[in-house]
């Protein structure tokens, strides 16, 4: 079984600072990939950026970074230079990389408020 | 390419009444995908199916659930004698059938459930 732990409810961030989002995880699978999606509050969840556990690299997309932190399980999500438009709840989630799992395990999120 | 679709957006109901949500994923995407988001909550996989093949439910979904994909294409998922406890966001998501690792579910606008 996977468990996603995201451990700040909400956070407050001037414009134009960079903001870093906790996640933890635990898992027993040794192949697993994590995602990070963004949910405004019309409710899609947005896909921001994917890790593999496999990757010796840290993935970056634009503004967005995944600090991967193997040993430590964690996987938190910086956002450089934030906008007012970063407004919105932000989820960890990962996913078992063996054959036919298909399921995402979310975390509870993190209500994120850039402030002008 | 559109999006996935969801409708309706949004649903009253009183307690005891059937409720069906009906999902119309990305054109040519075969793996489709059911979660339910409850207040203050990540969301929880419900059920996956491969074209019209239902491969994996959650216990979450309970006798009163049950979801259908009869061509493959579209589904619906159907909530039998609604309780209060049902009162959520319904999401979709729906994935291609050839994807690498980091290909994420691609999430619809949800459809948003109140049991009175």
């Known amino acids: 079984a996977q468990k996603i732990t995201q451990t700040q409810p909400g956070m407050f961030v001037q414009e134009k600072e960079a903001v870093t989002l906790d996640c933890t995880y635990d898992t027993s699978d040794p192949s697993y990939g994590l995602f990070w999606y963004k949910q405004p509050s019309s409710g899609e969840m947005i896909f921001l950026i994917y890790?593999?556990?496999?990757?010796?690299q840290n993935a970056t997309e634009g503004r967005y970074s995944l600090n991967f932190q193997k040993a430590r399980k964690s996987a938190n999500l910086v956002i450089s230079a934030s906008q007012l438009g970063d407004s919105a709840m932000y989820f960890c989630?990962?996913?078992?990389?063996?054959?036919?799992?298909?399921?995402?395990?979310f975390g509870t999120g993190t209500r994120l408020t850039i402030i002008p | 390419d559109t999006g996935v679709s969801q409708n309706p957006r949004h649903k009253i109901t009183k307690r005891g009444q059937n409720v069906t949500f009906r999902c119309d994923p990305i054109?040519?995407?075969?793996?489709l995908y059911w979660y339910r988001q409850t207040l203050g909550q990540g969301p929880e996989f419900l059920t996956y199916f491969q074209n019209e093949a239902q491969l994996e439910k959650s216990r979450l979904l309970s006798d009163r659930f049950s979801a259908e994909r009869p061509k493959g294409s579209f589904s619906t998922l159907e909530i039998q004698r609604t309780e209060q406890g049902d009162s959520a966001m319904y999401l979709c998501a729906s994935s291609p059938r050839v994807r690498g690792d980091g290909e994420t579910q691609y999430f619809g606008p949800g459809t948003r459930l109140l049991v009175l």
């Open positions: 054109s040519e995407h075969n793996r």
């Open positions: 989630a990962m996913r078992a990389l063996f054959f036919g799992n298909e399921k995402l395990t």
């Open positions: 890790q593999g556990s496999y990757d010796q």
